[in-house]
């Protein structure tokens, strides 16, 4: 079983509990104006040139692909994609596992969306479900429900973005309806699922949604967390790398932003806190 792989990143602290190493599946459903793993959209191997590394040595020949990529001496051209072997991925992995045994973490699949390749991701969860590993899920939601039926036996807890309630607003945000991803999560609730919510705070794209979304989540049991998280704009230079257009949103999310969601949250009896994105 073979899957497209955007990044590993091991010794991760934001991506769970405890140490875990992150694999990003690549490819995602939703397209987020806000989304800081640009690379990770696209189910295809993208080559970025990073302009600004570039020290016009000429070895590349101004072409930059990905033989080239392996020339260059300043790492200026990069591939996002590497094909991988589950059983592969999972060796790859388990060289940490010392690291995540000592730390009290495990493995987070995340993306793009790491649901998006179903067998792969589930195939990647088994495995290590296997070797008692913990497994996260990082989820935006988006995906259909037999996926998370079958990954579900081989997750120790769910990471659930949570955009918006309005339709509205998710879609001018994502690109997509929410609907699924609401009943996903109801779902993923019913079956006892634990589950850990993140909504990524943007100031004036769905920064008024946080009360309807602290309605929506009071009701829903299992969920032992809601992570709120500061938007930025770190990956700037890398949609400008892929050719990519930038969606990015100008205005950054200030810590006073993020307390005053958690607040609204932790007023309707959630346990809100204010969490870090990886990057
Ligand atoms: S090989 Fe790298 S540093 Fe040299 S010209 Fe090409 S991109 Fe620039
Ligand atoms: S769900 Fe995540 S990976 Fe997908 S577009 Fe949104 S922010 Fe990016």
Redesign the pocket.
Known sequence: MKGLVSGIKRMEIHDGDGLRTTVFLKGCPLKCIWCHNPESISFSVQTA?FKEK???????G?K?TAE?AL????N??VTYGTEYEAYELVETVMQDEAFFRAGNGGVTLSGGECLAQPDFAVELARLFHEKRISVYIDTCGFVPRETLKRILPYTDKFLYDVKAVDPAVHRACTGQDNAIIIDNLRFLSKMGAAIEIRIPLVVGYNDMEIPAIADLLKDIPCISKVKVLKYHNFAASRYEALGMENTLPPALTTSEDVQKAVDILASRGLNAVNGVTSD
């Open positions: 040139y570039c020290l016009h040595c000429g070895t590349c101004d930059h080239t020339s260059c001496p300043v200026a051209i």
